[in-house]
T-cell receptor, first 113, second 114 residues
């Protein structure tokens, strides 16, 4: 079945440093979604990428979808303590608009002030 | 406010006992999902329902059961057949059974074994 791998599993940064998490799928994806889960909280939808090579920005967050639609990344510029949490990618298998998302294992980000 | 309500927040199960986790949504969403979250393993899909009176097994359905008698409600029963039930359970919903819809999550239920 489809697998979505996310690296790194953990990332510790000093406040102000940049952070990147990578998501790789074993199969081509129709789209990819990113979620953030604060400590003790529930996942919250951040963004969706659909097109090959797509890049989207939300303030200090930059999301990319690979040309082959098998990988994606989330980059945070100049991290802040409010960025702490677990970041998940979730992909929908390619060739379909219907179906269940497969979540990556998540990257746990800690930010030291 | 529209949202998803899960209850209880914490639940303890005795050996051989079935327990039911509640999930209610007032978002008028057709699709609902149950996920299990374990440390370092992300979210794994237990069951999903595309529409009322219909549901399908996810990747780890063994030891769990669900029902979808009402659009707003999707309760999950953790049966005694689930030998390792200790986890954080998340219920989610989306507008429709289309993979490009964002999923909205409840606050979760943390289940532990006594």
């Amino acid at each position: 079945g489809q697998q979505v791998m996310q690296i790194p599993q953990y990332q510790h940064v000093q406040e102000g440093e940049d952070f990147t998490t990578y998501c790789n799928s074993s199969t081509t994806l129709s789209n990819i979604q990113w979620y953030k889960q604060r400590p003790g909280g529930h996942p919250v939808f951040l963004i969706q990428l659909v097109k090959s090579g797509e890049v989207k920005k939300q303030k200090r967050l930059t999301f990319q979808f690979g040309e082959a639609k098998k990988n994606s990344s989330l980059h945070i510029t100049a991290t802040q303590t409010t960025d702490v949490g677990t970041y998940f990618c979730a992909g929908l298998a390619g060739g379909t608009s219907y179906g269940k998302l497969t979540f990556g294992q998540g990257t746990i980000l800690t930010v030291h002030p | 406010d529209g949202g998803i309500t899960q209850s209880p927040k914490y639940l303890f199960r005795k050996e051989g006992q079935n327990v039911t986790l509640s999930c209610e949504q007032n978002l008028n969403h057709d699709a609902m999902y149950w996920y299990r979250q374990d440390p370092g393993q992300g979210l794994r899909l237990i069951y999903y329902s595309q529409i009322v009176n219909d549901f399908q097994k996810g990747d780890i359905a063994e030891g769990y059961s669900v029902s979808r008698e009402k659009k707003e409600s999707f309760p999950l029963t953790v049966t005694s057949a689930q030998k390792n039930p200790t986890a954080f359970y998340l219920c989610a919903s989306s507008l429709g059974w289309v993979g490009n819809q964002p999923q909205h999550f409840g606050d979760g239920t943390r289940l532990s074994i006594l």
